[in-house]
Nanobody
Framework: QVQLVESGGGLVQAGGSLRLSCAAS????????MGWFRQAPGKEREFVTT????????YYADSVKGRFTISRDNAKNTVYLQMNSLKPEDTAVYYC????????????????WGRGTQVTVSS
């Protein structure tokens, strides 16, 4: 059974930082592209960032470029999201997802999803 479990969310002031983690089990982690998505209240889920299977290639949404960094540790079956210079508009539930073979920015490309972790940025 595949499980993706996010952690590290919380309440932070604008300008602060958080590091999210996503621990994967039940799948061959190194074979999957991993991604982070987010969903704010009343809005659709949106792409944040993705990382290739080896970790050598990353891609970011314009809204987080230069502030967020995705990384992965294939030995630990874990993907991370370092979020710096947080803004109130970053407030959302953050989801990690695993993708076997897709391009990586569309929700439909992802095969497995975690339950999400709440990030709240106060102004």
């Amino acid at each position: 059974q595949v499980q993706l479990v996010e952690s590290g969310g919380g309440l932070v002031q604008a300008g602060g930082s958080l590091r999210l983690s996503c621990a994967a089990s039940g799948l061959t982690f190194r074979g999957y592209r991993m991604g982070w998505f987010r969903q704010a209240p009343g809005k659709e889920r949106e792409f944040v960032t993705t990382i290739s299977q080896s970790g050598g290639s990353t891609y970011y949404a314009d809204s987080v470029k230069g502030r967020f960094t995705i990384s992965r540790d294939n030995a630990k079956n874990t993907v991370y999201l370092q979020m710096n210079s947080l803004k109130p508009e970053d407030t959302a539930v953050y989801y990690c997802a695993a993708n076997w073979g897709g391009a990586g920015t569309a929700i439909k490309d992802y095969d497995y999803w975690g339950r999400g972790t709440q990030v709240t940025v106060s102004s």
